[in-house]
């Protein structure tokens, strides 16, 4: 739970109102995992301050110290912590294409010079990763398709000003089944993963989808 206010009177007050529902309700607190006051802090495993929500530096270092991957249970770990970050990263899935192929093939786990590319590009990319914005219910979110390969990504920003501020990345990679879908069809496949992921987003705003692909 967070609750933000642009003053300490009106936080004040935000607090009471809150500690109020939660006495109606009969709910208690762990003081021990309560902060007050402050300007940012973890939570959900992500970082709130003022400029936004950043990604966790714990967990960018832990990719960005890690050796390359010298078996699968190695590349197992590197693409669970990718994808605990995945909000974060453009184009995971299509980037990680040729780590995330190792897990498949197991059994002919070969760390290969495209695999240590992915790897080094991922590790200069989190040294500096973006600021996600929290989005503004009263201005429109607009969601961007794109179709790659063997992945399908999609992004959801805000424009403030003529500038947009990214707010959320989603990546995922296609099965064998789906790359024999027509353009249309995955961008169509893009937007059901990302009404799906982002629910919470698209019942609280008007959506307007961005493509590069002419719907008729």
């Known amino acids: 739970m967070v609750v933000k206010t642009t003053s300490v009177e009106a936080h004040a007050y935000d607090l009471d109102e809150v500690f109020s529902q939660i006495r109606k309700h009969n709910m208690r607190l762990n003081t021990d995992k309560c902060v007050f006051g402050v300007q940012g802090g973890k939570f959900l495993d992500f970082m709130i301050t003022s400029r936004g929500i950043e990604a966790n530096p714990e967990k960018c270092k832990a990719i960005i110290q890690m050796q390359s991957p010298q078996t699968v249970k190695d590349v197992q770990r ?33 760390w ?16 500096t990763p973006p600021i996600l ?10 969601l961007y398709l794109e179709v790659a390969e063997g992945a399908i990504n999609a992004v959801i920003v805000q424009e403030h000003q003529k500038v947009k501020t990214p707010i959320y990345f989603i990546s995922r990679v296609l099965q064998d089944t789906e790359k024999q879908y027509q353009k249309i069809e995955k961008l169509a496949l893009a937007l059901v993963t990302a009404a799906w992921r982002l629910q919470p987003y698209f019942q609280s705003h008007q959506v307007v989808l961005k493509i590069d692909y002419p719907i008729k």
């Open 78 to 110: 590197l693409a669970r912590r990718l994808v605990s970050l995945s909000r974060f990263i453009p184009r995971l899935a299509e980037k990680a294409g040729p780590i995330f192929t190792l897990l498949r093939k197991p059994k002919n786990f070969q």
């Open 112 to 127: 290969t010079e495209q695999c240590e590319e992915a790897f080094k590009s991922f590790k200069v990319f989190l040294t």
């Open 133 to 142: 914005q929290r989005p503004d219910h009263h201005a429109d979110l607009l």
